[in-house]
C-alpha cells in the first residue's frame, strides 16, 4: 500500500497555490500614524504614546503599530525622553 504524500506548503495544487508574495505585498492596512493626523510625535502627548506602548511597558514593535520606518524612530524616541523625564514608567503595571 502506497503512502499518500501531503502537497508541501509551497507546491503548486497545494495550500499556498505554488505562487510566492513579495515581501510585504500583503500589508496594505491603512497606518496608524494617518489615522491619529500629527506630523510629529510629542513626548509631552501622553495620550498618543500610550496606544503604542504594551501592557509590560514596551514599545510595539513596527509590524503590529504599522508605522513607517521614520515614525516609529520618531515614536521611540519620544517614548524614550518621556520615560526620561517621568511622564511615562519604565515597566509596566504588575
Known sequence: MARRQRPSMGAPGGPGGGRRRPRGADRFR???????????IDYKDLGTLRRFISDRGKVRSRRVTGLSRR??????????????IALLPYVGER
Open 30 to 40: 491603512p497606518r496608524k500614524y494617518t489615522r491619529i493626523n500629527v506630523e510629529e
Open 71 to 84: 515614525h516609529q524612530k520618531q515614536l521611540a524616541l519620544a517614548v524614550r525622553r518621556a520615560r526620561e
